[in-house]
C-alpha cells in the first residue's frame, strides 16, 4: 500500500480551517468484519506527496483507489481519511442511509457521556452509520477539538463524519436529529424568570437555525433548561418543522419514578411499566402512580401504602437530582445522558405491546383537556418510525387531575413570560413566590 502521509501544516491548530469547523469524515464500505486493504503503490514524482491534513486556509485532498482509478476525497482528517474495502459480497449487503444528528453543548459533561453512545451504535443500532455534528461556543472551541479527537481515537466504525462550529446555521446543515443540550446554568441569585429569557433566547436562534438549513422533518430534543419553554421557544421560531417533532426531556423523570416504585414494591425496575411524567420539568410535574403497572399490576394494588404514593413518592422522585449532588459533587449528567438515550430509543423501535413512554410534547389536539400552544410531558407510545401517538386509554382521577392543573398553570405562566420570543407580543411574567426549579438546577 502506498500510505498516505499524514502532514500537519504549522498552525496554532491543526483542527481548523477558515470556517473554523472541523469536518472528520470518511467515505466508508462497512460491514461487521471490515479490514484494513493496503492499496497499490500511488504514481508520484520526486518531492511529491500526498497528504490528508487540514490548514487554517485549505482543506488537502487525499488521494485513494476505487475501482481502480485515482480519485481525491476532501475534508478529511487523520483515520477518517482511510478507506475500508470489503469482499465483494459484502459490500452487497444492505446498510441504512447515514443519518446526520447535531447535539448542541457538545463539549459538556452530559455529552460527554452521550457522544459515545451514539458513536458506538447503541441508540440507533449497530448498522447504522452516524454523521455527528457538534455545535458549542467560542469559549468552548478548543474543547471541542478534544472531543473530536477522543471520537477519533475511539475507532468506532460507524462513525462517518464529525463536524464541529460554533455557528448554528453550519452546524444545523441537513440534519435529522437534533439534540439541544447547551444552556446557560442558573447562577446564585438568578429568577426563573431571568433564567427563562436568557436561554429562551439561545432556543428562539436555534429554532431559526434549524427552520433554515435542517431536514424538514428533523426531530429536535430539548434538554436545557426549562425545557419545557425552551422547546416551545424552539418550535415557535421554526414554523417550517412540524410542532410534533419538537421534544422536552421528561424520560429522566421517567426513569426515576421507575426506580422509586421499584424500590418501595421490593422488585427490579423492569418491572415497572406504564409509567407517565405529566406536565412540566420542575417540581410541579405530576409522576402518574395511578396509571403505572407493576409486573402488569396496578401500583395502587401492590403498593398500598398510598400516603406515602402521594407524598414522600413524589418528593422523593423530585429530590434525587439534589441528594445526588449532595453525595458525590457532580449533577446527574451520565443518568440524564442515559435517558436522552432512552427517549430517542423509543422513537425508534416500537414500543412494547401495551406499554407507554414520557416525553414533553406540543398539546395541540390532547385528549386529556390540557390546553394547547404548551409543550406538556404526557403519555405516548410509538410505531419505531421516529414519530408517536398520545396514548387514549389512561384514567385520569380528581387527584391526578388537579396536581396535573397546577402543571398547566405555571407552563401557561411561563409562555407570558417568553412572548416577546415567541412572537405572541409584550412578555409579562408572574411566576409567583415559589421557587420551582428542580434541586441540582441552580
Known amino acids: 500500500m502506498a500510505m498516505a502521509e499524514l502532514s500537519t501544516p504549522k498552525t496554532t491548530s491543526p483542527f481548523l480551517h477558515s470556517s473554523s469547523r472541523l469536518r472528520l469524515s470518511s467515505k466508508l464500505h462497512l460491514s461487521n468484519h471490515f479490514r484494513h486493504l493496503l492499496l497499490p503503490p500511488l504514481p508520484t514524482t520526486p518531492n511529491s506527496r500526498i497528504s490528508c491534513s487540514v490548514s487554517q486556509n485549505s482543506q488537502a485532498p487525499v488521494a485513494v483507489q476505487e475501482n481502480g482509478l485515482v480519485k481525491t476525497k476532501k475534508e478529511c482528517y487523520g483515520v477518517f481519511c482511510l478507506t475500508y474495502d470489503l469482499k465483494a459480497e459484502e459490500e452487497t449487503k444492505s446498510w441504512k442511509k447515514l443519518i446526520r444528528i447535531a447535539v448542541s453543548g457538545a463539549a459538556g459533561m452530559i455529552s460527554n457521556h452521550l457522544l459515545f453512545k451514539l458513536a458506538s451504535g447503541e441508540v440507533f443500532g449497530p448498522d447504522q452509520p452516524i454523521a455527528l455534528k457538534l455545535l458549542g461556543s467560542e469559549r468552548s472551541r478548543q474543547a471541542l477539538e478534544g472531543v473530536a479527537m477522543e471520537l477519533e481515537d475511539s475507532l468506532f466504525p460507524l462513525l462517518r463524519e464529525v463536524d464541529i462550529g460554533t455557528d448554528a446555521y453550519e452546524v444545523f446543515q441537513d440534519v435529522e436529529w437534533a439534540l439541544l443540550i447547551g444552556a446557560k446554568p442558573r447562577g446564585p441569585g438568578m429568577e426563573r424568570a431571568a433564567l427563562l429569557d436568557i436561554n429562551g433566547q439561545i432556543f428562539a436562534e436555534q429554532g431559526k437555525a434549524l427552520n433554515a438549513v435542517a431536514s424538514p422533518n428533523v426531530k429536535v430534543l430539548v434538554v436545557g433548561n426549562p425545557c419545557n419553554t425552551n422547546a416551545l421557544i424552539c418550535l415557535k421560531n421554526a414554523p417550517n418543522i412540524p410542532a410534533k417533532n419538537f421534544h422536552a426531556l421528561t424520560r429522566l423523570d421517567e426513569n426515576r419514578a421507575k426506580c422509586q416504585l421499584a424500590l418501595k414494591a421490593g422488585v427490579f425496575y423492569d418491572k415497572v411499566s406504564n409509567m407517565t411524567i405529566w406536565g412540566n420539568h420542575s417540581t410541579t410535574q405530576v409522576p402518574d402512580f395511578l396509571n403505572a403497572r407493576i409486573n402488569g399490576v396496578p401500583v395502587k394494588e401492590v403498593i398500598t401504602d398510598h400516603k406515602w404514593l402521594e407524598e414522600g413518592f413524589t418528593e422523593s422522585v423530585q429530590k434525587r437530582g439534589g441528594l445526588l449532588i449532595q453525595k458525590w459533587g457532580r449533577s446527574s449528567a451520565a443518568s440524564t445522558a442515559v435517558s436522552i438515550v432512552d427517549a430517542i430509543k423509543s422513537l425508534v423501535t416500537p414500543t412494547p405491546e401495551g406499554d407507554w413512554f414520557s416525553t414533553g410534547v406540543y398539546t395541540n389536539g390532547n ?76
Do not use: Q, W
Open 367 to 442: 385528549p386529556y383537556g390540557i390546553a394547547e400552544d404548551l409543550v406538556f410531558s404526557m403519555p405516548c407510545r410509538s410505531k419505531g418510525d421516529g414519530d408517536y401517538e398520545l396514548v387514549k386509554d389512561v384514567e385520569i382521577d380528581d387527584y391526578l387531575r388537579n396536581r396535573i392543573a397546577k402543571s398547566e398553570a405555571e407552563l401557561l405562566a411561563e409562555k407570558k413570560c417568553v412572548a416577546h420570543l415567541t412572537g405572541e407580543g409584550i412578555a409579562y411574567c408572574d411566576l409567583g413566590p415559589v421557587d420551582t426549579m428542580l434541586p441540582g438546577e441552580v
